[in-house]
């Protein structure tokens, strides 16, 4: 499993300690060694200060890469892109150029968080059909009313249409280095790989869609909706799942499975916005890798999510059950697994 992460400082001051959080979830609830890429630019002495502090048993459960970020573009492209939405964002429009010899990977957001292990996400790639370069979450629930030609919006296969959220992205760069992509007829009718003659292009033509790389990401789609393979959104799941009492905007596989991966966008996991997130968030960061997973981790989580305060909160409220079953399941395992071995 190859998990990538971008990290510059910038917007968040927090995106050392926030990116490490991350990657310690998917240590905590991987099942094998992770392969992780860090894609920074001056930051990997903090990193590796950061990551000193854990247990070696913690580290030896990491193949840790860290990469120059550089852009493969001119300087004129460079200025364009780089601080796109916020600082080196917009790098994953860039990996199946980068990690040319890499054929797969999960991209995460620094402000993502595993609350199942990383392997569940990661064996989506073994149900792409034979087309599908690329696995995003959808946003489900929402009812868009909007003309078929409207770029941002992608249609499923039940011809409703949709955004996805790129902060959770599989992406199969051996195929997405294939001439497969179509794009806009305005432009060529020729297909080309994903590189930046494809999205530079589509980048000027819908620049009135552009407030960031993820808009750009949707609009690929948009002309290419058979290449994509819908992830579930337990995958990627975020407070605008949860924030109102509509059920129809709920996530259903969530509501079934319990969250498998969070994602703190909009700042969640820092504000009071819907503070479900910053529970998860703040006991993860406190949690150091000991043994007893349900004493040093389940429990203070659990604790935090009955605070009053945060159970009858107007946002994602009474939702601790659905923070939990992942971990409870896991835990269970895990105890199952010790009891063989006994």
């Not at 797969?104 to 149900?127: G, R």
């Not at 409207?150 to 039940?158: K, S």
């Not at 060529?188 to 552009?210: A, C, D, I």
């Not at 009053?308 to 409220?317: A, D, L, Q, S």
């Amino acid at each position: 499993i190859h998990i990538v992460v971008v990290a510059c400082r910038g917007k968040s001051l927090e995106i050392v300690n926030e990116a490490a959080t991350m990657i310690k979830s998917a240590i905590v609830f991987s099942k094998t060694k992770l392969n992780i890429h860090i894609f920074t630019e001056n930051l990997e002495d903090e990193f590796r200060k950061k990551f000193s502090e854990w247990p070696l048993s913690a580290n030896m459960n990491i193949r840790l890469t860290f990469h120059r970020l550089s852009y493969p573009l001119d300087s004129n492209e460079l200025k364009l892109m780089k601080n796109w939405w916020g600082p080196c964002a917009s790098f994953r429009l860039f990996l199946p150029t980068v990690l040319e010899n890499i054929d797969s990977i999960l991209y995460v957001d620094s402000d993502v968080l595993f609350l199942s292990p990383p392997e569940d996400l990661w064996n989506h790639f073994n149900l792409f059909d034979q087309r599908q370069v690329a696995a995003l979450a959808p946003r489900v629930g929402w009812n868009f009313q909007v003309p078929p030609e409207n770029v941002n919006f992608i249609q499923m296969r039940d011809g409703k249409k949709t955004q996805v959220n790129s902060g959770v992205f599989l992406m199969n760069l051996t195929r997405m280095r294939q001439p497969v992509f179509a794009t806009d007829p305005d432009i060529s009718k020729t297909k080309s790989s994903w590189q930046k003659e494809l999205l530079f292009p589509l980048y000027r033509l819908h620049k009135e869609y552009m407030i960031g790389d993820q808009n750009l990401i949707n609009v690929v789609f948009h002309f290419n909706p058979d290449l994509l393979y819908f992830l579930p959104c337990k995958f990627n799941y975020h407070h605008k799942f949860c924030f109102d009492a509509y059920r129809d905007r709920w996530c259903t596989s969530a509501e079934n499975d319990g969250a498998a991966v969070i994602h703190g966008n909009a700042n969640t996991f820092y504000n009071n916005y819907a503070p479900t997130f910053r529970v998860i968030n703040d006991a993860m960061k406190k949690y150091n890798f000991e043994r007893d997973l349900e004493r040093f981790l389940m429990l203070p989580m659990e604790q935090g999510l009955s605070d009053p305060n945060v159970e009858n909160h107007i946002h994602c409220g009474n939702k601790t059950k659905l923070f939990l079953k992942s971990i409870r399941k896991m835990i269970w395992k895990i105890y199952q697994r010790r009891r063989r071995e006994r």
